[in-house]
């Protein structure tokens, strides 16, 4: 039955702000905007006192992390975080994983977040990620730095994506290029070539990183040595993390995540994901060059990456921390990042609101005179949604 819903506002996301008018839907689907009384649709939504617009899309997180809020502290190196950060993971119950990705999903949702993008490094999650609600791309997270592993775990991958059922959608996410080997990248990249599958993977994030692939040294070597994870017959590929992944021809349809130490490579990259609350948390003095991606026709989406490197998982406080981090970006364009971009890079039917898209909507009580709509989602005192439509469903 289709539905029309009066709004006060609209963000299109594909055009200028539209004042007083409708949207008609039906099963799922945006059917038509008009100015207003047009249309058959049997049931009328009175939202004449919101604003509305694209529901978010989550461009990178790790729902599964979500248990570990206020276990982790940004500690003196970027290796020294992560060595905290395993045998922590390792020690959670189900319970407790299970208990943290439903509290992480719903403050996503309360905060407008109807797109996800979530990396899972345990594949027996799959199943109750998927079923949370999102319009989503799961990640498998694949690690694998010693050479004569890459076989095992590329055919562990691929009985995965043989035997998924197709009801979501599935993407690869190698690690990063220190925790990856060149041999598994190579296989990995083959098999989402094979399956129509995406890549992520986290790129130039730290300059431990950069220090890595270029010298083969630093806190990373002895992280990967410590934990007998170090291939003594590896050479470091003396270049930059970003050049490395392209020399061995992963970085097509890749969605790469940080992208912080990228500044003499942005046109080596398609698709990138700023997280700008995890950036602020560790205290990064680099971060991605949005504007110089943006000026250069690259979609940059927006992430809260996990409770690992975040104290919230609430969308709007990461519109909010872009907006403060990016001086030169406008609040319409970040809201473009937060919306279609995310919908964009990842292959979602969302992210836009016109005819033929599916009705991820959410929307905010309009509360006093706006001059710009695109301000509303920034300076609202409110750090929830006033409305959430997934899917149709609200
Ligand atoms: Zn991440």
């Known amino acids: 039955m289709p539905l029309r819903i009066k709004f006060g506002a609209l963000l299109t996301q594909c055009g200028e702000p539209i004042e007083n008018g409708e949207l008609v839907i039906e099963d799922g689907n945006i059917l038509e905007i008009s100015s207003s009384g047009k249309g058959s649709a049997e049931a009328t939504l009175d939202l004449s006192d919101h604003l509305l617009m694209p529901g978010f899309v989550n461009a990178h997180s790790h729902l599964g992390l979500t248990a570990l809020a206020n276990k982790l502290s940004p500690s003196k190196s970027f290796a020294g975080w992560i060595s905290d950060l395993i045998p922590l993971n390792s020690a959670l119950s189900n319970e407790e994983r299970m208990k ?6 719903d403050d996503m949702k309360s905060s407008g977040v109807t797109g996800l993008a979530d990396y899972v490094a345990d594949p027996v999650w799959l199943k109750s990620i998927a079923e949370l609600g999102f319009r989503s791309v799961l990640f498998l ?5 010693q050479k004569d592993k890459a076989d095992g775990l590329a055919k562990e991958v691929e009985e995965i994506l043989k035997s998924h059922d197709a009801s979501w959608t599935l993407g690869i996410a190698p690690h990063a290029p220190y925790s990856v080997s060149a041999k598994l990248l190579r296989q990995l990249d083959h098999l989402s070539k094979k399956y129509g599958c995406l890549l992520s993977t986290h790129l130039a994030e730290t300059d431990e990183e950069v220090q890595f692939i270029d010298k083969g040294e630093g806190p990373l070597l002895s992280l990967l040595k410590d934990r007998q994870a170090f291939d003594e017959n590896w050479q470091a590929p003396a270049t930059t993390p970003t050049r490395y992944l392209k020399s061995i021809g992963a970085l097509n349809d890749m969605v790469a995540v940080h992208c912080n130490y990228i500044e003499e490579d942005v046109d080596k990259v398609q698709a990138a994901v700023f997280c700008p609350k995890s950036t602020q948390w560790f205290g990064r003095t680099k971060v991605l060059p949005v504007r110089k991606m943006l ?15 975040n104290d919230s998982l609430n969308f709007l406080e990461e519109i909010r921390m872009a907006d403060k981090l990016l001086p030169d970006v406008s609040r319409k364009e970040i809201l473009t990042m937060a919306t279609w971009f995310g919908a964009e890079i990842l292959r979602l039917p969302c992210g836009k609101i ?3 898209k599916k009705a991820d909507i959410i929307g905010f009580r309009i509360n006093s005179n706006w001059k710009n709509w695109y301000d509303l989602p920034f300076d609202t005192p409110t750090q929830r949604v006033d409305f959430y439509m997934a899917d149709g469903k609200f």
């Open 100 to 105: 943290g990705i439903r509290s992480g999903a």
């Open 141 to 145: 997270e694949i690690i694998g730095f």
């Open 295 to 309: 000026d250069a026709g690259i979609p940059v989406a927006l992430g809260t990456d996990s409770m690992a490197s």
């Open 354 to 356: 016109m005819p033929g």
